[in-house]
């Protein structure tokens, strides 16, 4: 099973700033299978992100994925106050299995 | 627009079984694969099983392999998620989600809580 870890745990911004997420894979990826979702607080997850760098509908363009094998980025640009949640990266792997990273939570600083 | 409403959830006894739905609309349900991915109070996302827009291939997490059956009435529109022999970690709230381009859960339900315990 591939593991999935994100760093960091928490990561305090300001609006305005750029914020920089990691998703560190156990094993190699394929590109094509790794997402990213934004998770606010009573909500369902919500994606952002799919073939690791291919923003979903209805994104604004200040959300970017980077990345291959098994290092991948989430940056927000510029930090809008409704960009203040938690985020997920995942993958889809070759055991037919999804998994999730533990999340990065951004919060105000 | 896709929507996609979980319901069924609750509050049961361990060793208990609960049947949860998931009705799908806005889109050609019989088309797309789908999954069920679970969150516990406070923790992060599990998935949970997978079914193909047919019904016919199927895969579980170990965590609920023999205990949960997924299933699917095209007809209907409907998902479902059969779980017996209910634990206490199956407390979570069960979210059905579609699966889109590159095998990625796209839209997601808003969610139903389960809660096992005596």
């Known amino acids: 099973e591939i593991v999935l870890t994100q760093s960091p745990g928490t990561l305090s911004l300001s609006p305005g700033e750029r914020a920089t997420l990691s998703c560190r894979a156990s094993?190699?990826?394929?590109?094509?299978?790794l997402a990213w979702y934004q998770q606010k607080p009573g909500q369902a997850p919500r994606l952002l992100i799919y073939?690791?760098?291919s923003r979903a509908t209805g994104i604004p363009d200040r959300f970017s994925g980077s990345g291959s094998g098994t290092d991948f980025t989430l940056t927000i640009s510029r930090l809008e106050p409704e960009d203040f949640a938690v985020y997920y990266c995942q993958q889809y792997g070759s055991s037919l299995m999804y998994t999730f990273g533990q999340g990065t939570k951004l919060e105000i600083k | 627009e896709v929507q996609l409403v979980e319901s069924g959830g609750g509050l049961v006894q361990p060793g208990g079984s609960l049947r949860l739905s998931c009705a799908a609309s806005g889109f050609t349900f019989s088309s797309y694969e789908m999954n069920w991915v679970r969150q516990a109070p406070g923790k992060g996302l599990e998935w949970v099983s997978y079914i193909s827009s047919s019904g016919s291939t199927i895969y579980y997490a170990d965590s609920v392999k023999g205990r949960f059956t997924i299933s699917r009435d095209n007809a209907k529109n409907s998902l479902y998620l059969q779980m017996n022999s209910l634990r206490a970690e199956d407390t979570a709230v069960y979210y059905c989600?579609?699966?889109?381009?590159?095998?990625?859960?796209?839209?997601w339900g808003q969610g139903t809580l389960v809660t096992v315990s005596s």
């Open positions: 989600a579609r699966v889109g381009v590159w095998a990625t859960p796209d839209y």
């Open positions: 094993q190699s990826v394929s590109s094509s299978y």
């Open positions: 073939g690791a760098s």
